[in-house]
């Protein structure tokens, strides 16, 4: 499993993962997210999941926990592009409400508004 993180202006972080993502690479990924949320430098977390291919129940795990974090901060998260198999996850966990489609850039700019308010 691979990802990138990048922090855009206006506190977005975007984390692209691919591959498949289990439980041992959740605890990785899961440290570098929460320690820029921690810091203060995010107010959305997209997670863009159109290259990942498996994910296990831990992957949920590192969303729900990353909602967590960023709710003390009033921020938000968006669940991007994941396949049918990950959406219908999602749906049953309760997070149907954050999935979108779509480029990065428009989510960007959707969620400035959201955001900013």
Same mark, same amino acid.
């Given at each position: @499993?691979?990802?990138? @993180?990048?922090?855009?202006?206006? +506190?977005? &972080?975007?984390?692209? &993962?691919?591959? /498949? &993502?289990?439980?041992? +690479?959740? /605890? ?8 820029? #949320? %921690? =810091? ?8 863009? &999941?159109? =290259? ?10 590192? #969303?729900?926990?990353?909602?967590? /974090? ?5 921020? +938000?998260?968006? #669940? ?6 990950? =959406?219908? #996850?999602?749906?049953?966990?309760? %997070? ?8 990065? +850039? ?12």
């Amino acid at each position: @499993m691979k990802f990138n @993180m990048t922090l855009h202006p206006n +506190q977005v &972080l975007v984390i692209k &993962l691919y591959g /498949e &993502l289990d439980h041992h +690479q959740t /605890e990785k990924v899961r440290a570098q997210i929460s320690k820029a #949320i %921690l =810091q203060g430098n995010v107010k959305l977390l997209i997670w863009n &999941l159109e =290259q990942l291919h498996f994910m296990d129940s831990s992957g949920i795990g590192l #969303i729900l926990g990353r909602i967590r /974090e960023l709710r003390a901060v009033d921020g +938000q998260t968006v #669940i991007l592009n994941p396949s049918e198999t990950m =959406q219908k #996850i999602f749906k049953f966990s309760g %997070l149907g409400g954050l999935i979108m489609e779509g480029s990065e +850039q428009n989510v960007i700019l959707q969620a400035r508004g959201i955001v900013n308010g």
